[in-house]
């Protein structure tokens, strides 16, 4: 998947999920994404609500497959590219899965982000080591070129991580863009080719 594939992949399943659920638009790393209108917005959060009482993972993907947003979006890609935001929306979805052990809630902590962020919370006591397998970042490999053609300092570049062994930056989506980024980090990455779980620290 290429790092702008990535970045659009992102921006929809954010938008579809994490924002409906949340209410408010979160970080998204086009600078002129616009979400579905209000309508669908209220159609999407009665799928999901449903997918939260229910668990019905088939069923609530065929929906937000067929929501309006998605099937605009998605007709313009082939079949590879499908597969690989299917793949990255249940990703999201998964966040909501009663056996997940986490899910999402509003941050208001960072002001850069308005009062208007997101965080992932534990649902379930983790214990050290476990690994957290439905939380998971996806990877996306940056050249020079597009460092400078996708991202904008201190608006976008909110989830890019140096990779010291590869010598070069790195996108990291997904709902693992969703953990505690500060000074004293509470997780650990276990890369696995072009995602990583995340790793209670032992």
Known sequence: MTAQELCDNDDLATSVIVD????????????????????????LKKVLKAYIREQNLSNTMAKLLRAPCVC????????????????????????FDANAGFTIHRCTRYKAEKRHGAMLVV??????????????GVIGELSADEELHL??????DF???????KKRAQLW?????YI????????????????AVIQVPS
């Not at 605009?72 to 966040?95: E, T």
């Not at 006591?125 to 939380?135: A, Q, T, Y």
């Open 20 to 43: 409906t659920m949340l209410g408010f638009k979160t970080h998204k790393m086009s600078l002129s994404y616009e979400p579905p209108d209000a309508r669908e917005r209220r159609k």
């Open 72 to 95: 605009s979006f998605m007709c313009q890609l082939d079949m590879r590219q499908q597969i690989n935001f299917r793949d990255h929306l249940l990703r999201f979805l998964q966040m």
């Open 123 to 136: 649902t379930k006591p983790w214990r050290k080591g476990d690994v957290i397998e439905s939380l998971v």
């Open 151 to 156: 991202l904008r300092k201190d608006v976008n």
């Open 159 to 165: 989830s890019v991580m140096y990779s010291t062994r």
């Open 173 to 177: 989506l997904g709902p693992g863009a």
């Open 180 to 195: 505690n980024h500060d000074c004293r980090p509470n997780c650990t990455f276990v890369a696995n080719g072009p995602t």
